[in-house]
């Protein structure tokens, strides 16, 4: 089944420790990204990757590290979590270089609390 | 980085309405456009592409008006599994896609 996963889904943390959430995507998509999503804010980018070793900031990427070593696997890295980070992630990807028709496929989603 | 707006609801209509849903968007160079439908804080995915001649799918009727820089979505005869935040999303970059906040559909019975 085509899809990308995320683990973990839930995480409570505590702030400073680091923490990674894992996105993986099984349709060899070239294009990935990072969101977060906030009430009354909607989603917001925080980094995306057009391809292996390629990774640039979107909006909020402050506070995040990602890495593209490989295609199918796009990590996002918290080095130290702060509360403000407490929100509910997406990762996405899409088949081709960012194409401008090109559906993105989401993710079910990582509920982070940082306390 | 400029933005999309739509109202944010919520819309509670009975089950059978019409329902029309607003998006503008202020970068006159935005090249695609799509309507996502969220549910419950899950995952958004694609409901329907805008297209500039328009599109219909269903009960799902999509228009696009550049120059006015306005995007609608219309709804008939809702049904209660319609019930979800539609999200309108506007590609500026070639790279990257901007969301509305969304807007929130309830149809009851």
């Known amino acids: 089944e085509a899809q990308v996963t995320q683990n973990p889904r839930y995480l409570i943390t505590v702030t400073g420790k680091k923490l990674t959430v894992t996105c993986s995507q099984n349709m060899n998509h070239e294009y990935m990204s990072w969101y977060r999503q906030d009430p009354g804010l909607g989603l917001r980018q925080i980094y995306y990757?057009?391809?292996?070793?390629?990774?640039d900031k979107g909006d909020v990427p402050e506070g995040y590290k990602v890495s593209r070593k490989e295609k199918r696997n796009f990590p996002l890295i918290l080095e130290s979590p702060s509360p403000n980070q407490t929100s509910l992630y997406f990762c996405?990807?899409?088949?081709?270089?960012?194409?401008?028709?090109?559906?993105?496929?989401f993710g079910p989603g990582t509920r982070l609390t940082v306390l | 980085r400029k933005e999309v707006e739509q109202d944010p609801g919520p819309f509670n209509v009975p089950e059978g309405a019409t329902v029309a849903f607003n998006c503008t968007y202020s970068?006159?160079?935005?090249?695609?456009f799509f309507w996502y439908r969220q549910d419950c804080r899950k995952e958004p995915k694609l409901l329907m592409s805008?297209?500039?001649s328009g599109n219909e799918d269903g009960r799902f009727t999509a228009q696009l008006n550049r120059a006015s820089q306005y995007i609608s979505l219309l709804i008939r005869d809702s049904k209660l599994s319609d019930s979800a935040t539609y999200l309108c999303v506007v590609n500026q970059t070639g790279t990257a896609l901007i969301f509305g906040k969304g807007t929130t559909l309830s149809v009851s019975s």
């Open positions: 996405a990807s899409t088949p081709s270089r960012g194409e401008v028709t090109d559906t993105q496929y």
């Open positions: 990757s057009m391809n292996v070793e390629v990774t």
């Open positions: 970068n006159s160079a935005s090249q695609s």
């Open positions: 805008v297209y500039s």
